[in-house]
């Protein structure tokens, strides 16, 4: 069992309704001679993290921005969130909405040489089917027929409206079928070969990725940079301070702290959209004092999510009034009411009730003689506002008698206990977390 599956129980946080790109606005330096300012230099971009380059799991925060210059997909989606087709050039389907046909683009290659066709995208697509990848086993594809190079007849075991909004996804990358056969599981997440405007020069893991234009890329005139350089900058203040200093043109991601000062400066500019990502806290059930659904019920209670929007989000957010989904997220319904309203006289009650009250006077409630005190593990930097939020629930559970230590972790360390059966995993209480989904559908949650 993964530490993050059904042995925990959530109290959710807040609603993030903005996600944040910061880039300078001066230019990259143009290459000498180019004939036309807007081609040539060098990009730098700050991320959180660069683990790997894997586009099966981009389900790290700032990855998906950088999977998707040297990979794409069959589809995308426009400015206004629109599902538009991108490697797909025309779609037609049966009146009964079961038979879709894909029309390619021709012309295109990998960036090893081999042809993008119709088969490479058959290879794709029956992997994460073959492969139960979680966004692959949704889709209810009963047939693949290759009907030439650059067309895909796909038929469907039952009507599926959301089958679109799955393949815009980065984890639905293309690569070279040639490609990965040649590297495996393994080589994917050091390498690439894609169809993207970029190709991958190098990669130093959790560290550079150094990127070189695609001269052979499909789209004319693109692209128009010679080079990104994408740094892992894991402190998202640092990544403001070498923006503002110009270390970096582009930031993935600061800290809400910093983004008004940002704001201020002209050569500055703050890119924000809705997001469909919550932060919420994951409690673990198995063990005393979390086993007890009056200690967890307590904790909500006890949260002041309002006090947490105005001091770690500064109104870049909104109360969650249900658990994961949002007003960016289609299938939303919102709730009548918060099921656990910000009460502390509750949280103390619930807690006596559990048999945890303060009865030695040193304001840390106890039951049987031993103290409540509990970890939360929590990452810094790695998505905006994540320490701040665990240090303020910190402060609201110490009100009411819980001592919490919050144990900070590198955000490669973080996201690799996540995986790990619960026996191996280093032991915490509770873990500060952040969801939301790729697709935008509730059905994929």
Request: charged letters at 25%; glycine letters at 8%; proline letters at 4%.
């Amino acid at each position: 069992m993964k530490q993050f599956a059904s042995k925990k129980q959530v109290f959710t946080i807040v609603m993030v309704v903005l996600m944040l790109i910061v880039s300078a606005c001066q230019p990259a330096a143009p290459a000498a001679d180019s004939g036309d300012d807007r081609y040539g230099g060098n990009l730098k971009v700050g991320v959180a993290s660069i683990v790997h380059l894997d586009p099966n799991d981009v389900n790290q925060y700032g990855l998906n921005e950088i999977v998707q210059l040297f990979y794409e997909t069959l589809f995308d989606r426009n400015e206004d969130g629109e599902v538009v087709p991108l490697l797909v050039k025309e779609v037609s389907q049966s009146d009964d909405g079961l038979v879709h046909t894909w029309k390619l683009h021709e012309g295109v290659k990998f960036h090893d040489g081999s042809d993008f066709n119709a088969e490479a995208v058959k290879w794709n697509i029956m992997r994460k089917i073959d492969e139960e990848k979680p966004m692959g086993s949704m889709l209810p594809i009963s047939n693949m027929k290759v009907v030439d190079d650059h067309t895909l007849e796909i038929t469907l075991s039952r009507l599926y409206t959301g089958m679109y909004n799955i393949l815009a996804v980065k984890t639905f990358s293309i690569y070279s079928p040639s490609f990965y056969e040649e590297v495996g599981s393994d080589g994917i997440k050091t390498q690439a070969s894609g169809t993207g405007p970029f190709k991958v020069d190098s990669y130093t893991p959790n560290e550079k990725l150094e990127l070189v234009k695609n001269d052979d890329y499909w789209q004319d005139g693109l692209p128009y940079l010679d080079s990104i350089t994408v740094m892992e900058v894991a402190d998202a203040n640092t990544r403001a301070t070498m923006l503002e200093a110009g270390e970096i043109h582009v930031a993935v991601g600061t800290s809400i702290q910093s983004l008004e000062q940002l704001k201020l400066d002209e050569n500055i500019k703050v890119l924000t959209g809705p997001s469909s990502r919550h932060y919420y806290v994951s409690m673990t059930n198995i063990y005393e004092p979390l086993d007890d659904k009056r200690v967890r019920q307590a904790f909500n209670y006890a949260i002041d999510k309002e006090g947490i929007l105005e001091a770690a989000f500064k109104g870049y957010a909104s109360v969650a009034d249900v658990t994961i989904v949002n007003e960016a997220v289609n299938g939303y319904s919102p709730a009548a009411t918060h099921p656990y309203p910000y009460d502390t006289d509750k949280a103390t009650a619930l807690l006596a009730e559990a048999g945890w009250t303060d009865s030695d006077g040193d304001g840390i409630v106890d039951k049987d003689g031993e103290p409540m005190e509990l970890i939360l593990r929590t990452r810094k930097g790695a998505v905006p506002g994540d320490y701040e939020t665990a240090e303020l629930v910190q402060g609201m559970l110490l009100n009411v008698g819980v001592k919490v230590n919050v144990d900070v972790a590198d955000t490669a360390s973080f996201l690799a206990e996540l995986n790990q059966p619960i026996e191996d995993a280093p032991h915490y209480d509770m873990v500060n977390l952040t969801w939301g989904t790729f697709t935008g559908d509730a059905e994929y949650v």
